[in-house]
């Protein structure tokens, strides 16, 4: 089992800066691809970055490239999604999620995600 804790949202200005954090429990974190997702209002949720196990395989949706990095840190049992240059179009609320044994590219498919987090609010004014 694991559990996901989001932190680290808030509200920011256009072109600012913010880092989302995920802490996860359990032993076998190490073993879970982790990935961010978020869904504004109206919206359905969508992919955002994920990480696999290991830290070195990574996979971006094409709206974040350059502008959000993820990391993990199995260590610390979290993964960190670092936000820059962000636009009023990033406001969601946003999702850390964990599969198994899976690689940042197949983390794009929602299907088949083992655990996901309660979701933290960015919120981006104009």
């Known amino acids: 089992q694991v559990q996901l804790v989001e932190s680290g949202g808030g509200l920011v200005q256009a072109g600012g800066s913010l880092r989302l954090s995920c802490a996860a429990s359990?032993?076998?974190?190490?073993?879970?691809?982790m990935g961010w997702f978020r869904q504004a209002p109206g919206k359905e949720r969508e992919f955002v970055a994920a990480?696999?196990?290991?830290?070195?395989?990574?996979n971006y949706a094409d709206s974040v490239k350059g502008r959000f990095t993820i990391s993990r840190d199995n260590d610390r049992n979290t993964v960190y999604l670092q936000m820059n240059s962000l636009k009023p179009e990033d406001t969601a609320i946003y999702y850390c999620?964990?599969?198994?044994?899976?690689?940042?590219?197949?983390?794009?498919?929602?299907?088949?995600?083992?655990?996901w987090g309660q979701g933290t609010q960015v919120t981006v004014s104009s």
């Open positions: 999620a964990a599969a198994l044994g899976r690689t940042a590219q197949a983390m794009g498919v929602m299907a088949g995600i083992n655990y």
């Open positions: 359990g032993r076998t974190f190490s073993r879970y691809a």
């Open positions: 990480i696999r196990w290991t830290g070195s395989n990574t």
